[in-house]
């Protein structure tokens, strides 16, 4: 079945560092690709997502780029801010399923220090 | 314009109490989800409906009575909820119950049985 596998972290980055999230998937159909943010005590915002090979999504900063002959959508953001410290979400959404369910990894804890 | 509206943000309830959870969102969207998250965890499927009609039981106990009164409404009753019970109840919604859809999620109710 499909699946979506990130590293899990925590990650604890100093402020202005780069920052890398890996994102790798397994699907059987075409999928859509997503990342979400999730902020303490909130609920679940979409960053960026992607719907085909190649697609690159931004937002905030942060990219992704759809990588089918890797089956990759890794996070990235140039200069991270104490602001983008929470958990993200890695996700698909496959069109070639009948079903309409969402596969999300695991979550990847971010801390930036000041 | 992206917005799923809960209420209400905070619950807590005794074993034998009755409430229920509300959502709403004016996107237009057809299909609208619960999803309950523990801490530290991804989202995990609860209900899903597609044009107001329930689509998507993901095995959930009977002490959960998901209702969706018009396009628009989605309502989550509970009744002799456990402690375990005790998470972040997400709404969501996306444009139609078809996979690849974006889903947006609402800031959650969090839920705390005692």
């Known amino acids: 079945g499909d699946s979506v596998t990130q590293m899990e972290g925590p990650v604890t980055l100093s402020e202005e560092a780069f920052l890398t999230i890996n994102c790798t998937y397994t699907a059987t159909g075409y999928p859509s690709l997503f990342w979400y943010v999730q902020y303490p005590g909130e609920g679940l915002q979409l960053l960026l997502k992607a719907t085909k090979a190649d697609d690159k999504g931004s937002n905030k900063g942060f990219e992704a780029t759809y990588r089918k002959e890797t089956t990759s959508f890794h996070l990235e953001k140039g200069s991270v801010q104490v602001s983008d410290s929470a958990v993200y979400f890695c996700a698909l959404s496959d069109r070639g399923n009948r079903d309409d369910k969402i596969i999300f990894g695991k979550g990847t804890r971010l801390h930036i220090l000041p | 314009d992206t917005e799923v509206t809960q209420t209400p943000k905070h619950l807590v309830m005794g074993m034998t109490n009755k409430k229920s959870l509300k959502c709403e969102q004016h996107?237009?969207?057809?299909?609208m989800y619960w999803y309950k998250q523990k801490a530290k965890k991804p989202p995990e499927l609860m209900f899903v409906y597609s044009y107001e009609k329930l689509s998507i039981n993901e095995s959930v106990p009977s002490r959960f009575s998901p209702e969706c009164p018009n396009s628009s409404l989605l309502n989550l009753h509970l009744h002799a909820l456990q402690p375990e019970d005790s998470a972040l109840y997400l709404c969501?919604?996306?444009?139609?119950?078809?996979?690849?859809?974006?889903?947006?999620f609402g800031e959650g109710s969090w839920l705390t049985v005692v």
């Open positions: 996107m237009g969207h057809r299909a």
């Open positions: 969501a919604s996306s444009q139609v119950l078809s996979s690849g859809n974006t889903i947006y």
